[in-house]
């Protein structure tokens, strides 16, 4: 068996790793008190994506299981961020819009979030976040051709 590992791959893969790690630890820490990382990134979506989804198109979007955004949504929409509807074109379907509540819930995670997220950015330092964000954005579009 021959070694095929690139020790510079293996690296970067385990810095996004880490780096994701810690992310979503600081982020759960000053996340509003009962809203999870998974609660903000929908809240997040359907507000900047305005309309509706159904759940098929926000599992796709985050790329996670159908069951997975069920959950998700059941405690969106038990917080009352949510309003499910049926689908009038078809009734096996479901239809997805951020309430009011999601909206302020959504806004009041975005004023937690924003000064750690700014001095992270600002410590990086603006040359540094133009130079990596495309090789992010490169990684993350070959991530999801293969995937």
Same mark, same amino acid.
């Given at each position: ?26 982020l759960s820490r000053v996340l509003p008190k009962g ?16 309309g509706e989804r159904s759940p098929a198109q926000l ?11 069920t959950n998700t949504l059941s405690k969106l929409e038990? =917080? ?8 009038? *074109? ?6 997805? =819009? ?22 992270? =950015? *600002?410590?990086?330092?603006? *040359? ?20």
């Amino acid at each position: 068996m021959s070694d095929t590992t690139n020790p510079l791959a293996i690296a970067l893969f385990s810095e996004l790793l880490t780096a994701d790690q810690l992310v979503r630890n600081r982020l759960s820490r000053v996340l509003p008190k009962g809203m999870e990382i998974s609660h903000f990134s929908v809240l997040n979506h359907l507000a900047r994506a305005g309309g509706e989804r159904s759940p098929a198109q926000l599992a796709k979007s985050f790329h996670v299981t159908r069951g997975a955004m069920t959950n998700t949504l059941s405690k969106l929409e038990w =917080a009352g961020y949510i309003h499910i509807r049926p689908d009038w *074109d078809d009734a096996r379907r479901k239809m997805i =819009a951020i309430s009011p509540a999601g909206r302020r819930a959504r806004d009041a995670a975005i004023a937690s979030i924003s000064p750690m997220i700014t001095d992270l =950015a *600002d410590e990086l330092g603006e *040359d540094k976040l133009r130079a990596i964000l495309p090789i992010l954005r490169e990684l993350r579009l070959k991530l999801e051709d293969d995937g």
